[in-house]
């Protein structure tokens, strides 16, 4: 399995930007996903998970009200919409597979990860 992520890009803080991670293999939705996010100088972060078939979310709270996660399983494909973003959102941005559901914040809950997409926003 492998998950390309996309649509990283600079914007404006107050802009939008749709990050998308399409994933290779038959089982996509049977498993969960998530997004991380890293800022230069910082450990990497949670920012926001989906279960399997896309019902629950959980998101960190720095995000909560501004980003939206969602998945299309005929796709293979998961997105991050992110509007108000904030010059403090500026992260490289990686999405990752879980094979089990539960709080879904650690790295150590995940089994693959995509090769990141960067995300700057300026002030």
């Known amino acids: 399995v492998q998950l390309q992520a996309s649509g990283g890009g600079l914007v404006q803080a107050g802009g939008s930007l749709r990050l998308s991670c399409a994933a290779s293999g038959r089982t996509f939705s049977g498993y969960a996903m998530g997004w991380f996010r890293q800022a230069p100088g910082e450990e990497r972060e949670f920012v926001a998970a989906i279960s399997p078939g896309g019902i629950l979310t959980y998101y960190v709270d720095s995000v909560k009200g501004r980003f939206t996660i969602a998945r299309d399983n005929a796709k293979n494909t998961v997105y991050l919409q992110m509007n108000s973003l904030k010059p403090e959102d500026t992260a490289v941005y990686y999405c990752?597979?879980?094979?089990?559901?539960?709080?879904?914040?650690?790295?150590?809950?995940?089994?693959?990860w995509g090769q990141g997409t960067q995300v700057t926003v300026s002030s």
């Open positions: 990752a597979r879980s094979p089990r559901w539960g709080s879904n914040v650690k790295e150590s809950d995940y089994d693959t």
